[in-house]
């Protein structure tokens, strides 16, 4: 299973940019897709979830800014990401929860906003 992360970059504060995760495999065998991200000498965390049903989960910092939303057709999650903020700059995951038990992730996209 390969999960191809797409849409990082460098934008302004306040700026807006849409990740994109693509996976090989059909999404009927995924529970939840899911955003995480790392900076510097932080830990992994949590950025938004989505179920195959469609349920969302956001972290608290990112909510109301952040959108997650998922293409069964196309086997694809996607965030959208508005109002960015310095500390949003991370390296963001792709990670996908199989009904299975098995969790993958992607390798990761950068993300950075300048102040």
């Known amino acids: 299973v390969q999960l191809v992360e797409s849409g990082g970059g460098l934008v302004q504060t306040g700026g807006s940019l849409r990740l994109s995760c693509a996976a090989s495999?059909?999404?009927?065998?995924?529970?939840?897709m899911g955003w995480y991200r790392q900076a510097p000498g932080n830990e992994r965390e949590l950025v938004a979830s989505i179920t195959r049903g469609g349920s969302t989960n956001y972290a608290d910092s990112v909510k109301g800014r952040f959108t997650i939303s998922r293409d069964n057709a196309r086997n694809t999650v996607n965030l959208q990401m508005n109002s960015l903020k310095p500390e949003d700059t991370a390296v963001y995951y792709c990670n996908a929860d199989f009904y299975n038990g098995m969790t993958y992730w992607g390798k990761g996209i950068l993300a950075t906003v300048s102040s």
């Open positions: 495999v059909r999404f009927f065998g995924i529970n939840v």
